[in-house]
């Protein structure tokens, strides 16, 4: 066998195979508890292999950082990696959760499989978050505007107030089906060949499907984050991972029948 020594080097990442069990698409309700144990599983996932889980949740943490000091594009660039980066981390769930071990280049392994699919689901989102943002934008000068012109002295009434709320109310209720079709979408897309305006749409159906078990998780991850923030935000190299792999977790609970 022979090397030839000017080919380019090939960074190792991991194979992507489909994880154990019966797909069930647009996924199934479960149990509202499972929204705690979804937790529990990612906890059992982290402390595996631990140390490599921190390295790599920091060198994802790192990467987009620095997409964000590039100007106009980092935004654009964060988005359409988000989905990638995501993929290739679940990829290294499913590893683990089948007995194997998690690797380094699991992180990258998103940019080897199913690449430009991955790349669509950001771009999706990335589009979706855009006019929200426009949305928003206008809502708040048209808000800004009959504040000022209405004002009769000073001060900020109840009516003012709410003006002044609209906005980020708006954004919030916009945002929310987003991060429905983008919770589920990487594995979706990873394990399951999905395109990326069905594997959104799978996603948010399996959200919608499970809107008290997610109700339960959102409360616990809200305590979790504001314990792991308080020693200088030193625990979320500990919480990130866990909330990684619960994601991870969630997906197998909500998508596959064993």
């Not at 987003?178 to 749409?201: D, N, Y």
Request: glycine share 12%; with cysteine.
């Amino acid at each position: 066998m022979t090397t030839n020594p000017y080919s380019a080097p090939v960074a190792k990442v991991a194979d992507v195979a489909a994880p154990l069990g019966k797909f069930i698409p647009g996924g199934r309700a479960v149990a509202a508890g499972q929204g705690w144990t979804w937790f529990t599983q990612g906890w059992d996932l982290f402390r595996r292999q631990p140390a490599l889980w921190i390295g790599m949740t920091v060198t994802l943490f790192v990467i987009l950082l620095a997409l964000a000091f590039i100007p106009l594009l980092g935004p654009l660039a964060n988005s359409l990696l988000w989905p990638v980066l995501v993929a290739g981390l679940l990829i290294g769930c499913r590893a683990l959760a089948e007995g194997g071990n998690l690797e380094f280049g699991h992180l990258f392994a998103g940019f080897r499989e199913r690449f430009g699919t991955l790349i669509g689901v950001g771009a999706i989102a990335f589009g979706i978050s855009l006019a929200i943002g426009i949305l928003v934008a206008a809502v708040m000068g048209l808000g800004m505007f009959a504040l000022v012109a209405g004002r009769p002295g000073p001060g900020v009434g109840p009516q003012a107030q709410m003006t002044m709320a609209l906005p980020f109310l708006v954004m919030m209720a916009l945002l929310l089906p987003l991060f429905m079709a983008l919770w589920f979408a990487p594995p979706l897309v990873a394990f399951h060949e999905r395109g990326p305006v069905e594997a959104m749409k799978e996603s948010f159906t399996g959200c919608l499907k499970n809107i008290v078990p997610f109700l339960v998780y959102g409360l616990i991850g809200l305590v979790l984050s504001i314990l792991a923030s308080i020693p200088f935000g030193l625990g979320w190299l500990v919480l990130g991972p866990v909330l990684i792999a619960s994601v991870y977790a969630s997906y197998r609970d909500i998508y596959l029948e064993a």
